[in-house]
């Protein structure tokens, strides 16, 4: 995964594409926020979210839930905002947008990513 945060972090444009990355189909680094296709059901991204949320001693704000997508909410240490959104893109697979505070934060996104796919 290093080598996609070197990746990530010598583009300098708004849209980073690192195909195949460790476990992921897809992620991107988009505007802030950074988008990654997983090879888990839905609810399994939603329980692996909820769990690195706690694992990295978020504070949880909110969570909202429905059959296809799921918004969590949390804070770090820092007061930084942190959402997650996770969506349901087929019987087997989900995304994970992830964004940290208003203009995004690469390296905390990618952290939470590599919590989430750890848990899956």
Aim: glycine share 8%; hydrophobic share 50%.
């Amino acid at each position: 995964m290093s080598g996609v945060i070197a990746l990530l972090a010598s583009l300098s444009g708004c849209v980073a594409v690192v195909a195949g990355a460790a476990g992921a189909g897809t992620v991107a680094w988009v505007q802030g926020r950074l988008d990654a296709a997983l090879d888990a059901k839905f609810d399994r991204t939603e329980k692996a979210a909820n769990l690195a949320i706690t694992q990295l001693q978020f504070v949880k704000i909110s969570e909202k839930k429905d059959a296809r997508t799921a918004i969590l909410t949390a804070r770090t240490a820092e007061d930084k905002k942190v959402e997650i959104q996770i969506l349901s893109v087929g019987e087997a697979a989900s995304r994970a947008q992830i964004r940290v505070g208003v203009f995004g934060d690469q390296a905390l996104s990618l952290a939470v990513l590599d919590k989430i796919k750890a848990n899956l």
